[in-house]
T-cell receptor, first 113, second 115 residues
Framework: GDSVTQMEGPVTLSEEAFLTINCTYT??????LFWYVQYPGEGLQLLLK?????DKGSNKGFEATYRKETTSFHLEKGSVQVSDSAVYFC????????????FGAGTRLFVKA | DAGVIQSPRHEVTEMGQEVTLRCKPI?????LFWYRQTMMRGLELLIY????????DSGMPEDRFSAKMPNASFSTLKIQPSEPRDSAVYFC?????????????FGEGSRLTVL
């Protein structure tokens, strides 16, 4: 079945550091890929998405590129802020999987001032 | 729109008691998902509905768990009897349309503690 694997956290960075959170996936079909973010005490919200190979999703300075050849969708940001501290989830949705959305385990990010 | 609304936000109960969690999806959304979040297992899909019909309940951990969607604006997740290992945050999410690129809209979650 479909699955998502992302790097374990927590990740601790200083403000203005470069962020990478790795994500790889397994899917039987041709999935859409997502990054969701969860701030403390809240539900998840969509950060960005990509629907086909080589697409780049971007939002709020975050970017991720759909790499079909490596089955990856790594999240990057050039300069993190304290307000980026949250849990980040990589996810996929696949027609072959019945259109349900499957999430990775989540990676907690702490950004220090 | 008010977004996905879940209740209660917090529930503390004793082992063996029945727990009912409630969800109101965004109006017009035809997919509804129930997820469970724990530190050990992350975010697990329990069950999802399309047009009020359960499509896949393979993630429901055991017979103590049941979910219903009697109409397009309401769903429940019931645990009977509850056990301490059911302690988690339960999220409801809704989506518009049968599309892989569709965004899920999450409620704020129901934090369940079973003593």
């Amino acid at each position: 079945g479909d699955s998502v694997t992302q790097m374990e956290g927590p990740v601790t960075l200083s403000e203005e550091a470069f962020l990478t959170i790795n994500c790889t996936y397994t899917a039987t079909g041709y999935p859409s890929l997502f990054w969701y973010v969860q701030y403390p005490g809240e539900g998840l919200q969509l950060l960005l998405k990509a629907t086909k190979a080589d697409d780049k999703g971007s939002n709020k300075g975050f970017e991720a590129t759909y790499r079909k050849e490596t089955t990856s969708f790594h999240l990057e940001k050039g300069s993190v802020q304290v307000s980026d501290s949250a849990v980040y989830f990589c996810a996929l949705s696949d027609r072959a999987g019945g259109f349900k959305t499957i999430f990775g385990a989540g990676t907690r990010l702490f950004v220090k001032a | 729109d008010a977004g996905v609304i879940q209740s209660p936000r917090h529930e503390v109960t004793e082992m063996g008691q029945e727990v009912t969690l409630r969800c109101k999806p965004i109006s017009g959304h035809d997919y509804l998902f129930w997820y469970r979040q724990t530190m050990m297992r992350g975010l697990e899909l329990l069950i999802y509905f399309n047009n009020n019909v359960p499509i896949d309940d393979s993630g429901m951990p055991e017979d103590r768990f049941s979910a219903k969607m009697p109409n397009a604006s309401f769903s429940t997740l019931k645990i009977q009897p509850s056990e301490p290992r059911d302690s988690a945050v339960y999220f409801c999410a809704s989506r518009l349309g049968r599309q892989t690129a569709g965004e899920l809209f999450f409620g704020e979650g129901s934090r369940l503690t079973v003593l």
